[in-house]
């Protein structure tokens, strides 16, 4: 049987075996995509193609670890009701042995092309990697084409998930990539005809656009041009922590400013965090037939609490966040859960509330709640919002600081999360069954998380230390349909 054929009949064996624990688990997400069995990571592919949006991801259906790497796909037409397909690309030829790696999607001439980095381990313990091409007429079956790039001179073999637009008569490709002397950088190719990519060279990173190094590898880039700025998203990875930035292992974030197509030269803005919870990583956006700019992330983070995720017992780990539309705003990019989610909305209550040093009990009836809240006036130090058990969000006014507090997956203490905004004016909660994404100020800053509570909390607490007006809204959540 060939290599292709025996992996599918190994992951449908799989889905058979242990599809219905994860349907068990209490914590399983109502209104987020997640695998169908094992671990997720990156979104992939995110293309809108023949009236669906198509989001592949980054799936290792035999466990949750991150030793295979295949395609798995979802589609829809509406962003609520989801289709599952078999996985676009698996792990079966020798430029790919170790992981159908992350990369993105385009469409062209009415075919859907997905570009993805091949992964091989080699016998000494080095790797190699491809940058590859597969073509669908349909969008769920693939026919590789096999590698269109291999590695450039000056850079590891850490140089992966291509990203690739048209921009005029030309394809152009971002590679995240690390150079020989360890640095962390993005590379550019064009191409004319999406088969043979000329090397344009670095296109942002140390001696190129900034002074310093800035991370030991840069991975998953994206670049596109909106609201007349042309925004860099990338991961770097080796970025030390401190007070208010770079808290997590790995980060996710950009560079906003102006690229001059004639001399490829990009001049750009410090590096701004994408969000500040624990667990973001690895976005990717993509433009729609509505002509938005949407961005969907992994909702995880590779780090020492990965397998303390209690999912892990019922064979499946991470999800990947809700779309958000982008906007950019002066310098910033604004990020605001997409029109559509609107949608889930069921039972509704809305109040306002003029507290003075006070704490109020507002019932919720279950998990999954959309909550909104306008701070219309605030004098006082602090204010806070908190789902006992789950997780608690604090404004400090005079520090200017909003933090948000956890408990540990192995619930030996509770850690913290940390942003600075100026004002806080506006809080936009969406809570899943264990996970929870909280935008301030319309998405000025966000921070995304899970959170693992061993009870069912029924209410929330809204504690000001001070006097406040606020106009709370909160509404219960339906799911997705499979
Ligand atoms: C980011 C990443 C990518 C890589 C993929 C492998 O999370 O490390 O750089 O392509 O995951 O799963």
Same mark, same amino acid.
């Given at each position: 049987m ?27 997400l ?13 979104p ?8 669906k ?19 798995g796909?979802?589609s829809?037409?509406?962003?609520i ?21 992350s ?6 001439q009415?075919?859907? /092309? ?14 190699e ?8 007429e ?14 450039p001179?000056?850079?590891t ?7 690739? =637009? ?7 490709? %971002? ?6 002397s ?9 191409s004319?005809?999406?088969?043979? =990519? ?5 296109l ?11 991370g030991?590898?840069?991975e ?6 909106l609201?007349g700025k042309?925004?860099l ?16 292992? /790995?980060?996710?974030?950009?560079i ?6 004639q001399?490829?030269?990009?001049e750009?803005?410090k590096?701004? #965090? ?14 729609d037939?509505k ?21 892990v ?11 958000r539309?982008?906007?950019?705003k ?9 029109? #559509? ?20 009990e507002?019932? @919720?009836y ?8 306008? @701070? ?8 806070s ?5 789950? =997780? ?8 200017? %600081? %909003? ?8 619930r ?6 940390k942003?600075?905004?100026?004002t ?25 998380s899970?959170? /693992? ?9 809204l504690? %000001? ?6 106009? =709370? ?10």
């Amino acid at each position: 049987m060939n290599k292709d054929l025996q992996l599918r009949e190994e992951i449908n064996k799989r889905l058979e075996q242990v599809r219905t624990k994860k349907m068990k688990d209490p914590y399983r997400l109502a209104f987020h995509l997640t695998p169908p069995v094992g671990l997720m990571n990156d979104p992939n592919g995110l293309v809108y193609f023949k009236d669906k949006y198509h989001v592949f991801f980054q799936w290792n259906p035999f466990g949750t670890k991150h030793t295979f790497k295949a395609w798995g796909h979802f589609s829809s037409e509406d962003f609520i009701q989801w289709e599952e397909h078999p996985p676009a690309l698996v792990p079966s030829e020798w430029y790919e042995k170790d992981g159908c790696y992350s990369g993105s999607a385009l469409t062209h001439q009415g075919k859907l /092309y997905l570009f993805y980095t091949g992964n091989v381990r080699t016998n000494n313990g080095g790797r190699e990697s491809y940058q590859c091409l597969a073509v669908s007429e349909d969008g769920i079956h693939f026919e590789k084409q096999g590698p269109v790039i291999e590695l450039p001179k000056g850079y590891t073999s850490d140089f992966r998930d291509p990203k690739v =637009w048209r921009e005029k008569d030309r394809w152009y490709m %971002v590679v995240g990539a690390q150079t020989e002397s360890l640095e962390g950088t993005v590379v550019l190719y064009s191409s004319l005809d999406l088969l043979k =990519w000329k090397l344009e060279g670095p296109l942002a990173g140390p001696g190129i656009s900034m002074s310093n190094k800035f991370g030991y590898m840069w991975e998953c880039p994206d670049f596109f041009s909106l609201d007349g700025k042309d925004v860099l998203i990338y991961s770097p990875q080796g970025l030390e922590s401190q007070q208010y930035q770079f808290q997590n292992l /790995y980060q996710s974030g950009y560079i906003i400013g102006s690229w001059n197509r004639q001399t490829k030269r990009f001049e750009h803005g410090k590096f701004q #965090e994408l969000d500040y919870g624990f667990d973001f990583y690895a976005p990717q956006t993509f433009t729609d037939n509505k002509k938005r700019r949407i961005l969907i992330a992994w909702m995880g983070m590779g780090d020492e609490q990965e397998q303390n995720h209690p999912t892990v017992q019922n064979d499946w780990l991470h999800a990947l966040t809700i779309p958000r539309e982008l906007r950019v705003k002066e310098g910033k990019i604004y990020q605001r859960p997409i029109n #559509e989610l609107k949608t889930l909305r069921k039972s509704h209550f809305e109040a306002s509330f003029n507290l003075v040093h006070e704490q109020k009990e507002i019932d @919720i009836y279950t998990q999954l709640q959309e909550i909104m809240i306008e @701070i219309n006036k605030f004098d006082g130090k602090e204010l806070s919002l908190h789902l006992q058990g789950n =997780w608690k969000l604090t404004y400090f006014k005079d520090q200017g %600081v %909003v933090t948000f507090e956890r408990m540990r997956f192995d619930r030996s203490e509770k850690e913290t999360r940390k942003c600075l905004v100026e004002t806080v004016k506006h809080i936009h909660i969406l809570q899943d069954h264990s996970s929870v994404e909280i935008f301030l100020n319309n998405g000025e800053k966000v921070f995304t998380s899970r959170f /693992y509570s061993e009870s069912t909390c029924t209410h929330c607490l809204l504690s %000001v230390d001070g006097s406040a007006a606020l106009h =709370w809204q909160n509404w219960d959540l339906d799911s997705f349909c499979f």
